[in-house]
T-cell receptor, first 113, second 112 residues
């Protein structure tokens, strides 16, 4: 079955702009989590959506937001981009129970200039 | 709050030798533990997980990990390293809260 699809793979934006990233989970999975990976901070949890509801949230400012659609596809949005938002953004697909594990997409590389 | 420590930024081994990548964790209750591998410009690939049961977990590509509750460790091991194992390895804990807390990562370098 198809894996986790993240689009776009690469993105270059200017400070102050906003950006939307997309994640399509594995068919049948109802949970999508988002992570930010940077050289300085490592992998950090942003938020998790399950059946269109945000179930968990990490310690990120309100500029970072997300949503999930009825088909389980998820988007995350970052407004008023800052240079420090440059990172690899990874989404993880899950059935909704941690014991079954998480499957990650290849990520979206965001560069803010 | 949960945390994961990977005390070595880099591990160097010769091809054919056994390898160990260390991981310790701090979490209340019984955690779920995971190992992931990341190749350059790629996402995370699942290697193995510990949920419950046998403390020795076998995973993909010949990797295994031993869960030690008393030492709160979950070290990744492989009997014979390959050059193609060179990558970035992450240990993660999920305290049943449907999110992962990652360690800082360990770069494994396997030399021919």
């Amino acid at each position: 079955k198809a894996g986790v699809t993240q689009t776009p793979r690469y993105l270059i934006k200017t400070r102050g702009q906003q950006v939307t990233l997309s994640c399509s989970p594995i068919s049948g999975h109802r949970s999508v989590s988002w992570y930010q990976q940077t050289p300085g901070q490592g992998l950090q949890f942003l938020f998790e959506y399950f059946s269109e509801t945000q179930r968990n949230k990490g310690n990120f400012p309100g500029r970072f937001s997300g949503r999930q659609f009825s088909n389980s596809r998820s988007e995350m949005n970052v407004s008023t981009l800052e240079l420090g938002d440059s990172a690899l953004y990874l989404c993880a697909s899950s059935s909704g129970q941690a014991a079954y594990g998480y499957t990650f997409g290849s990520g979206t590389r965001l560069t803010v200039v | 709050a949960q945390s994961v420590a990977q005390p070595e930024d880099q591990v160097n081994v010769a091809e054919g030798n056994p390898l160990t990548v260390k991981c310790t964790y701090s979490v209340s209750g019984n955690p779920y533990l995971f190992w992931y591998v990341q190749y350059p410009n790629r996402g995370l690939q699942f290697l193995l997980k510990y949920i419950t049961g046998d403390n020795l977990v076998k995973g993909s590509y010949g990797f295994e990990a031993e869960f030690n509750k008393s030492q709160t460790s979950f070290h990744l091991k492989k009997p014979s390293a390959l050059v193609s194992d060179s990558a970035l390895y992450f240990c993660a804990v999920s305290p049943r809260g449907n999110m992962l807390t990652f360690g800082g990562g360990t770069r494994l370098m396997v030399k021919p």
